[in-house]
Every structure is written in structure tokens, then in C-alpha cells.
T-cell receptor
Framework: QKEVEQDPGPLSVPEGAIVSLNCTYS??????FMWYRQYSRKGPELLMY????GNKEDGRFTAQVDKSSKYISLFIRDSQPSDSATYLC????????????FGSGTRLQVQP | EAGVAQSPRYKIIEKRQSVAFWCNPI?????LYWYQQILGQGPKLLIQ????????DSQLPKDRFSAERLKGVDSTLKIQPAKLEDSAVYLC?????????????FGSGTRLTVV
């Protein structure tokens, strides 16, 4: 079993839709949770960062962490064609010394 | 602030040949990572440096991969000899310090094709 599981998609939605992206994990030591966006032929870029459980909102993006269920989510409201990319969840243990462990990524396509 | 620079952007080699990748992190970033990203998968850590010392190389195939970070700045990753399964994007990332979770900054990667 992988430490971090993520549905690879692809996920295709119409412009303006609400998108829900999810990851599950098995390592209870994970405390820091991040979402990265990766455009084709580019490196990942940090989108959202959350510590422990709870919600965090930034513009059209909301990240949720449920540590009791070992489940994290990213919601995108009013999705735009420019949101078309691969979304990677990533997480690390509490000390922050260990490198991030990534999910396999979900490919999102927003149709105009 | 300049980003993480990587070169070359693309490389095609035959199996059993050797190849080297170069990374220049953001100025002042003490922690540097090399990740391997196979098509359709998430990045997998190969090696983590703190300044010029190795913190974690547990997933580096040491029989063929090597990496160094001289003077705690630039880093090179080498593969010798390459195998077909090494075809991937090699991503370099850096961050300010070892503790906490400042986000990583990634370079655009080097896309390696082994034929």
C-alpha cells in the first residue's frame, strides 16, 4: 500500500463547476499537508499549505484536512480553463525534517 | 527572486550511457532535493541535502545514481549507466531551511529519455 493515494483522473468539468480533489494517506505522523499544481512540462508550484486538521481558504481554493480519517481535499470554486493542470497532494511528518511525500497526481481538464 | 535553475531541459541518451543534470537553487536556500517523476506518477525523492551534507539518500539507486552538492550551493545528479526505466523528469527543489514547512520551490526539471 502506498503511503499516499490519489485518484489519477483525468477529471473533466465544465467551466464554472466546483471541483473536488482528494487524497488519502496511511502515515499517522503526517502533520503538514500541501497541494501543488503542475502545468505540462513545468515543475510543481505550491498552491495551498495546511498544518494538522482544519480548513484553509485562499480565493477560489479551499483545502481541508481530516486527520481522523486520514483524508485531505482541495476544492476549486468557479473553475477556469486556466486551472487545467495536474494537482498533486503532498505531506510530511511533524518535524519538517523529512522530505515531502507526494501523491500520484490528478489531471484536471476544465472545458470552456 | 530568481527561481530554481536546471539544465539541460531535455536529454536523450542510449541505455548504458552516462548523463549528468545540474541544479542551481534559490540563493540562500540551504535545503536541496532531487526528485524523480515518472510519467503519470508523483515526484519520488531521490536525495535530500542540507547545505553540502546528505540528509536522506535512502531511495537513491546508489549502484548507478550519484549526487553531490559542493560548497552547499549548486548540485549535480549523475546516472551511470542509464537504464530504460530511468526515463523520467528529474526535478530539483530547494527551500530556505530544514525545519518547518516552508514550501518547496521546484525547477522546471530535466526530461530524460533513455532509448
Amino acid at each position: 500500500q502506498k503511503e499516499v493515494e490519489q485518484d489519477p483522473g483525468p477529471l473533466s468539468v465544465p467551466e464554472g463547476a466546483i471541483v473536488s480533489l482528494n487524497c488519502t494517506y496511511s502515515n499517522s505522523a503526517f502533520q503538514y499537508f500541501m497541494w501543488y499544481r503542475q502545468y505540462s512540462r513545468k515543475g510543481p508550484e505550491l498552491l495551498m499549505y495546511t498544518y494538522s486538521s482544519g480548513n484553509k481558504e485562499d480565493g477560489r481554493f479551499t483545502a481541508q484536512v481530516d486527520k481522523s480519517s486520514k483524508y485531505i481535499s482541495l476544492f476549486i470554486r468557479d473553475s477556469q480553463p486556466s486551472d487545467s493542470a495536474t494537482y498533486l497532494c503532498a505531506m510530511s511528518e511533524g518535524t519538517g525534517r523529512r522530505a515531502l511525500t507526494f501523491g500520484s497526481g490528478t489531471r484536471l481538464q476544465v472545458q470552456p | 527572486e530568481a527561481g530554481v535553475a536546471q539544465s539541460p531541459r531535455y536529454k536523450i541518451i542510449e541505455k548504458r550511457q552516462s548523463v549528468a543534470f545540474w541544479c542551481n537553487p534559490i540563493s540562500g536556500h540551504a535545503t536541496l532535493y532531487w526528485y524523480q517523476q515518472i510519467l503519470g506518477q508523483g515526484p519520488k525523492l531521490l536525495i535530500q541535502f542540507q547545505n553540502n551534507g546528505v540528509v536522506d539518500d535512502s531511495q537513491l539507486p546508489k549502484d548507478r545514481f550519484s549526487a553531490e552538492r559542493l560548497k552547499g550551493v549548486d548540485s549535480t545528479l549523475k546516472i551511470q549507466p542509464a537504464k530504460l526505466e530511468d526515463s523520467a523528469v528529474y526535478l530539483c527543489a530547494s527551500r530556505l531551511g530544514p525545519m518547518g514547512n516552508y514550501g518547496y520551490t521546484f525547477g522546471s526539471g530535466t526530461r530524460l529519455t533513455v532509448v
